[in-house]
């Protein structure tokens, strides 16, 4: 007996099917490849890369450039620590903010619901831009070359509040919540020990959107950060890029001859392994966490 | 009897306020202080004694003159129709490939596969500008790229993508959509995916082709999901993003005319010019043309589809 593939009565012809399905196997391969080429060419060997270019299939392999990085890539390491450092202690403070801010939004009886919302709100209308913004964080809260700075500038967004207060009031009944403070529970009670563990899905999605935001910030150090000790792992990239000169410049610094230190330093290869140390992390979690983003897409389609 | 309505009235709003407390002062500070700031568009502004409240009050008023002196240079059209012309685009191509894209996914028949290929494709949104840099770079460099590689062995010359501007419109549009496609895609595939499939098995019954169920059923219900999106992308026209425009060309001058935008504007005249009272006029135009825009494209929503209005 032929066995058949079970299609459902109204799935599509098998050619288009079929054509459909390349379609998307070379998108999908699109977007994944140049990480691949990258990854391949951190491990090739240095002079391999300058004569011949990137490659998926290097000639001659290498791990030099991360054996370099672990022996004497510092600053490297110090950007790797800082970048996990705001990202961590960020999440935690923007987090926090958001849904505090949004819980009591999602309130009935807050008395001045209306005016916090429209606090929030007309923010993601109206800006003062780039350049008031700069000088704020620089001359009033006084943040420049503060790892602060990576911090502060970002700690709150607007449209997460109001994703986080459209779930607080359509998953948490408020029957629940006027029970719980009639049994004597206050707000912050009612908060931390009702609302926060049904909410849960909802804030695991911001966090993450977050985390990401945080650890793939470039912009802030761009803007606010001078000092090589308080550089982010992406601005770090950044640096590099501009000036091919800033990782042989340190490595003179912690007491090698320039001449040495730029005969070691496989600039090239180690250029793109930081960009595949940047991008590991995000790369190995990501697909755990998608269904989470995609439940963050459709939470945030919901308007009031 | 009005004294214990009071202590209620305390006590229930007290901790409530505590909580907004953060939350309040974070926008005071990073968002309507800058708001304020936007006085200094028509200053000339200059450091003085006292911080930066004393300054922005010590500073002469200048009027219109730091908008007069945009848009008496070059600058302000090339900006300007970079940035509107790019986002017009984006727009355009961005929505019509992800609603193709989520159709097409939706139709699959190998589930298994398309949830594969709708990981991978949402992997670059993850990935910041600065490493999308480095992966572009690796295909356009001009003595290690790929692409170069590819045409030399096809006996073809090498081309210096980094120098000249006429690629770089197709480069720019190209990884834009690269980075959005997946995300935007799965956006609307979780859209597709809760329309009631009794819709599509009694137009089938009807013997509507697959062509007549997308566009009768399908596109029908994404429409107040693409409207919204749109509305949103036009609030933002004037915006460009940052990142693309100022990492992806690697700040290449010879490619400024084609890659400059607004927002890369302000920051080069802030940063290296020390402009502080044009930049902050560019960026207050770009608001308020921005604020103009996302009312009016709301009010005419309203006008015409009550329910897809966003506000």
Request: charged fraction near 15%.
């Amino acid at each position: 007996m032929i066995k058949k593939t079970k299609r459902s009565f109204h799935s599509i012809n098998k050619g288009p099917d079929i054509i459909i399905t390349i379609f998307f196997a070379i998108f999908a391969l699109s977007c994944i490849l140049p990480f691949l080429t990258v990854i391949m060419s951190s491990l090739t060997d240095e002079t391999t890369l300058i004569k011949n270019g990137y490659s998926l299939f290097p000639k001659h392999m290498s791990l030099k450039a991360y054996t370099y990085i672990f022996d004497q890539g510092q600053q490297i390491i110090k950007s790797f620590g800082v970048s996990v450092f705001i990202t961590i202690i960020g999440t935690a403070i923007s987090v926090m903010m958001t849904a505090f801010y949004a819980y009591a939004l999602s309130r009935p009886k807050f008395r001045y619901k209306k005016f916090f919302n429209y606090m929030a709100f007309f923010t993601m209308l109206f800006g003062g831009g780039l350049v008031p913004t700069y000088l704020v964080v620089t001359h009033v809260v006084g943040l420049k070359d503060s790892i602060w700075a990576l911090i502060l500038p970002m700690a709150l967004n607007v449209f997460f509040i109001i994703v986080m207060r459209t779930f607080f009031k359509s998953s948490v009944p408020d029957s629940i919540i006027e029970a719980a403070q009639i049994d004597g529970a206050g707000e912050f009670m009612t908060f931390f020990k009702i609302v926060l563990p049904i909410s849960l899905p909802s804030v695991a999605t911001i966090s993450l959107f977050t985390t990401l935001g945080y650890w793939n910030d470039w912009f802030n150090a761009l803007l606010y950060i001078d000092s090589a000790h308080i550089t982010p792992l992406q601005y770090l990239l950044m640096q590099i890029d501009r000036n091919m000169q800033f990782l042989i410049q340190n490595a003179s610094d912690m007491g090698m001859g320039a001449g040495e230190a730029s005969n070691q330093l496989p600039a090239e290869t180690v250029k793109m392994a930081i960009v595949v140390i940047s991008t590991i992390p995000i790369a190995c979690a990501y697909p755990f966490f998608q269904k989470y983003f995609i439940q963050g897409l459709t939470v945030g389609a919901v308007k009031e | 009897m009005k004294k214990s309505n009071k202590k209620h009235f305390i006590r229930k709003n007290c901790p409530l306020l505590l909580m907004v407390l953060p939350g309040a002062a974070w926008l005071l500070i990073f968002k309507y202080l800058p708001m304020f700031g936007v006085v200094i568009a028509f200053k000339d502004f200059r450091y003085y004694p006292g911080g930066f409240i004393s300054s922005m009050i010590h500073s002469e008023w200048v009027g219109f003159k730091n908008f007069e002196f945009l848009f008496s240079s070059n600058d302000a059209y090339i900006i300007i129709r970079n940035t509107v012309g790019y986002n017009l685009v984006f727009i355009i191509t961005g929505t019509i490939l992800s609603v193709a894209f989520a159709i097409m996914l939706n139709e699959m028949t190998r589930k298994k596969l398309s949830k594969i290929f709708q990981t991978s494709m949402f992997f670059p949104y993850f990935l910041s500008w600065v490493i999308v840099s480095y992966f572009v770079y690796a295909y356009l460099s001009s003595d290690k790229g790929i692409i170069n590689q590819m045409l030399l062995s096809l006996g073809m010359d090498k081309t210096s993508w980094y120098t000249q501007p006429k690629f770089w419109p197709m480069i720019l549009v190209l990884v834009n959509n690269w980075k959005h496609l997946g995300y935007s895609t799965v956006y609307y595939l979780a859209a597709i995916c809760s329309v009631d499939k009794t819709y599509y098995e009694s137009a089938m019954l009807d013997g509507a082709t697959k062509w007549q169920q997308i566009k009768y059923i399908t596109l029908p219900h994404l429409k107040p999901m693409i409207i919204t999106l749109t509305i949103l992308s036009i609030g933002r026209i004037f915006s460009a993003d940052f990142g693309l425009f100022y990492n992806v060309p690697k700040q290449s001058g010879p490619l400024f005319p084609v890659t400059n935008v607004i927002d890369t504007y302000v920051y080069r005249a802030l940063m290296y010019s020390g402009d502080i009272g044009m930049s902050t006029a560019t960026g207050l135009f770009q608001a308020v043309i921005g604020f103009l825009l996302i009312m009016l494209t709301n009010y005419i929503v309203k006008k015409i589809d009550k329910d897809s209005a966003i506000f």
